[in-house]
């Protein structure tokens, strides 16, 4: 293995955004746009016995309305079999917003048998300043939020098994996940009280474990042209392993791409979350929170079901510069019975220019601006929103 510090990505974070919570915490995202940066730094599979293993060292633009605008750094080591079509990947990552958020995040990527197993294993910790609006549909239009400090720690480990060699089925992994989260809660003024539905959410924890698959068959990982990319994941609370809540928590995110013509893209992307039980406020479905209804802070609305659809027009104009253009709607629900007769519905659209920073992995700048129901909100990052 050959070590080789390489400054990939310099942006000037801008502006201000609408990001919000997460699918495993309040302060997902933070960590999230690590996890994303640590995917775009991945080698390119290993070809005639070459391995492109080392250090990618790479700045981590990130701007959000939830969270402010701010950055931080990734160092990414490659490493693993010298042939594969699959490099072993640790990256290290660490973000700070302007709003005194900040998050740290690890992860380890690997795969065995020519790909047939994936192992995956992350842990991250964040402190994030966020506001609460409540749940349900009329907390979110109309309730003045109340401004809390999140702290929490996650860890997820995935084992994802392919079954089959030929057909359609070969696109498939499935296997095992584990997930751990402490989420400790607070008023970010300490003379006013939390609000009373918060109380028993203060400090908690979550061990859940369940399934999680993928079928993909899109052309590229980093920039596709065709294909479908499906994932989703069904997690069970295990209170006889310590955690405070048993609910049950379905989510699968679809995305399918078209070429329409040479350097335009079609992205269509389909979003559906199902809670059951009783489950905490801050691991609720959370509207937008997958980067595909951009426009709403992510936490506004959350409730325990919600649903999208979104289409973005990707189309490159000249050089290193593309443009997007974005609709979408999607709407939240008391629960998945719900959803299709009783949902909020909100939509929202936008556009937004690229800039590609890396020929390798086709990397691109993010800066989109998008318009929901409350007016415009700023993105920017790296990597297309899904």
């Known amino acids: 293995m050959r070590w080789r510090p390489d400054i990939l990505f310099h942006a000037c974070t801008i502006g201000i955004a609408s990001y919000g919570a997460g699918a495993h915490a309040q302060s997902a995202p933070l960590l999230h746009e690590i996890e994303r940066q640590g995917e775009f730094l991945e080698p390119l599979p290993a070809h005639d016995g070459e391995a492109d293993n080392g250090v990618d060292i790479a700045s981590l633009p990130f701007s959000d309305p939830a969270f402010g605008t701010g950055g931080g750094a990734i160092v990414s080591l490659n490493s693993g079999p010298e042939t594969g079509p699959r490099p072993w990947v640790t990256d290290l990552g660490a973000v700070y917003t302007s709003s005194n958020s900040w998050a740290i995040g690890l992860s380890h990527r690997m795969s065995l048998g020519d790909d047939r197993l994936r192992l995956t294993a992350k842990a991250g910790y964040a402190d994030a300043r966020i506001d609460y609006y409540g749940i349900g549909a009329d907390e979110g239009d109309g309730r003045q939020p109340v401004a809390l400090r999140s702290k929490d720690f996650s860890a997820t480990a995935d084992a994802q098994m392919r079954f089959f060699d030929h057909g359609l089925l070969s696109h498939v992994h499935a296997g095992p996940r584990l997930r751990y989260l402490n989420s400790r809660n607070s008023p970010r003024d300490m003379a006013s009280p939390l ?137 939240i629900a008391d629960s998945s019975g719900d959803i299709w007769k009783h949902s909020h519905v909100l939509s929202s659209a936008g556009f937004g220019m690229r800039y590609g920073m890396s020929d390798r992995n086709k990397a691109n700048l993010r800066a989109d601006l998008a318009f929901g129901q409350d007016g415009p909100a700023f993105y920017l990052g790296i990597g297309e929103a899904f």
């Open 195 to 331: 609000p009373q539905p918060l109380i028993g959410n203060s400090d908690s924890d979550i061990v859940s474990a369940g399934l999680a698959f993928a079928f993909q068959t899109r052309d590229d990982p980093f920039a596709p042209a065709k294909g479908v990319d499906v994932t989703g994941n069904w997690m069970f609370g295990l209170k006889g392993l310590g955690s405070d809540y048993s609910h049950r928590k379905l989510e699968i995110l679809s995305t399918a791409y078209f070429t329409l013509d040479e350097g335009s893209v079609l992205a269509v992307r389909k979003t559906a979350c199902a809670i059951s039980g009783d489950a905490p406020f801050y691991d609720l479905c959370l509207f937008g929170e997958h980067g595909d209804l951009r426009g709403y802070e992510i936490g506004r609305y959350r409730d325990g079901a919600n649903w999208a659809l979104h289409l973005e027009l990707r189309q490159h104009l000249s050089g290193r510069l593309g443009g997007v253009a974005f609709v979408g709607a999607g709407g």
